[in-house]
């Protein structure tokens, strides 16, 4: 549960208060790091990251104090964020909805997820190792996965996580085979996971 929820305040105002977007946006237009947000608004690396992921939500004093620290309004980042708020529908390339052979973006524009979806015969060329993580739905046909030096097949149905930073490489098993592969796009930074 939200911190601000939690104090009695109004879940509308907290629900708006889902920035991130918008505050990594300004902090880049101004060339800043987060450590350098961190000292000038006084809240935490961490904190900030999980802002700026929508990991966290930040309460109007921390809003006010982050807008501050990034030479803007607390209300103009709300309504930057609000502007960033999107809901696309990506069709089916075939009239019968069937996909084509080749690959897909089912997310278009820059966001925290990418996905794309394959269709036929798929060989990667060369070996792969994204930052954040990546999931990878087999919805018809098989592929084989080479991970970390162990193979894998999967089938129709099949689900494989790779974490970021995991060396991998994949091909389809025949022309029937639509794989979805949906990442954390490499622009968003994860924090680790916590020791213990």
């Known amino acids: 549960m939200d911190a601000d929820a939690k104090d009695g305040k109004d879940p509308k105002e907290t629900e708006r208060l889902r920035v991130g977007t918008a505050v990594r ?14 000292e000038r608004s006084g809240l935490s690396v961490p904190f900030l990251s999980q802002i700026e992921n929508d990991r966290a939500r930040p309460s109007r004093r921390s809003l006010q104090r982050l ?13 930057a ?22 690959a897909r973006r089912l997310v278009h524009g820059r966001h925290q997820l990418e996905a ?22 087999v919805a018809d046909g098989s592929v084989e996965v080479e991970a970390e030096g162990r193979a894998y097949r999967l089938g129709r149905g099949d689900t494989l996580f790779l974490s970021g930073g995991v060396r991998h490489r994949w091909r389809s098993g ?23």
């Open 25 to 38: 946006r300004r902090r880049r237009a101004l060339d800043l790091t987060l450590a350098s947000v961190a």
């Open 67 to 79: 807008a501050e620290a990034l030479e803007t309004s607390a209300d103009r980042l709300i309504a």
């Open 81 to 102: 964020s609000d502007a960033a708020r999107t809901v696309a529908v990506s069709r089916a390339a075939g009239a019968d909805g069937a996909g084509v052979a080749g």
């Open 116 to 137: 794309l979806e394959f269709a036929g015969e798929h060989d990667t060329e060369g070996e792969f190792q994204h930052r954040n993580d990546e999931l990878m739905y």
């Open 174 to 196: 025949g022309a029937e085979t639509r794989v979805v592969v949906v990442t954390v796009a490499e622009h968003i930074e994860t924090p680790p996971p916590p020791e213990g």
